[in-house]
T-cell receptor
Framework: AQSVTQLDSQVPVFEEAPVELRCNYS??????LFWYVQYPNQGLQLLLK??????LVESINGFEAEFNKSQTSFHLRKPSVHISDTAEYFC???????????FGGGTRVLVKP | ETGVTQSPTHLIKTRGQQVTLRCSSQ?????VSWYQQALGQGPQFIFQ???????GRGNFPPRFSGLQFPNYSSELNVNALELDDSALYLC??????????????FGQGTRLTVV
């Protein structure tokens, strides 16, 4: 069985400040790791993914996440947030890229001017 | 390339009724998964369809059922609706090819309210 824990349910942050969203997972097998973003009243959008290779993965809009196998973590970071980054962020794991995903409870990021 | 589309966007049903939600997969994708997202929670896997057959199921009762059609679109049916079925239902499509499975792309969801 797999599980995902997002340690912070809400993260308030000022515009242009850095943010880190924590994600820890447990699994008895190798997994793929994902971060999805959900804007109000919308579905999920894939932000970035770790399938294999380099443990540091980056998105096109400045987010990055680092896979740490020993700590079973996949924390998401952005060095400088914008108002438009206000959203809910979900960490997810799966045994295959598109198969059953197990999601964390989400972290709501509120960027303040 | 068309994305994942779901219909309807919103729906209100009465307890005990039945509901059908629809999903058109992204162009080129052959696998559809359904998730239930209760308010304030992360999505939970309901089931996945591949080659018109159920290919994995989460911890949901049999009154949650589905179909996949030859064009890879899918339906989610819920019988005997309960108040706790109120949620955002998300459909995700992916491509299974040669044993490999691409990442899932999600639709906008159907917001179901049971009263």
């Amino acid at each position: 069985a797999q599980s995902v824990t997002q340690l912070d349910s809400q993260v308030p942050v000022f515009e242009e400040a850095p943010v880190e969203l924590r994600c820890n997972y447990s699994s008895s097998v190798s997994v793929y790791l994902f971060w999805y973003v959900q804007y109000p009243n919308q579905g999920l959008q894939l932000l970035l993914k770790y399938l294999s290779g380099s443990t540091l993965v980056e998105s096109i809009n400045g987010f990055e996440a680092e896979f740490n196998k020993s700590q079973t973590s996949f924390h998401l970071r952005k060095p400088s947030v914008h108002i438009s980054d206000t959203a809910e962020y979900f960490c997810a794991v799966g045994k295959a890229a598109g198969n059953k995903l197990t999601f964390g409870g989400g972290t709501r990021v509120l960027v303040k001017p | 390339e068309t994305g994942v589309t779901q219909s309807p966007t919103h729906l209100i049903k009465t307890r005990g009724q039945q509901v059908t939600l629809r999903c058109s997969s992204q162009s080129g994708h052959n696998t559809v998964s359904w998730y239930q997202q209760a308010l304030g929670q992360g999505p939970q896997f309901i089931f996945q369809y591949y080659r018109e057959e159920e290919n994995g199921r989460g911890n949901f009762p049999p009154r949650f059922s589905g179909l996949q059609f030859p064009n890879y679109s899918s339906e989610l049916n819920v019988n005997a609706l309960e108040l706790d079925d109120s949620a955002l239902y998300l459909c995700a499509s992916s491509l299974v090819l040669g044993g490999a499975n691409t990442e899932a792309f999600f639709g906008q969801g159907t917001r179901l309210t049971v009263v």
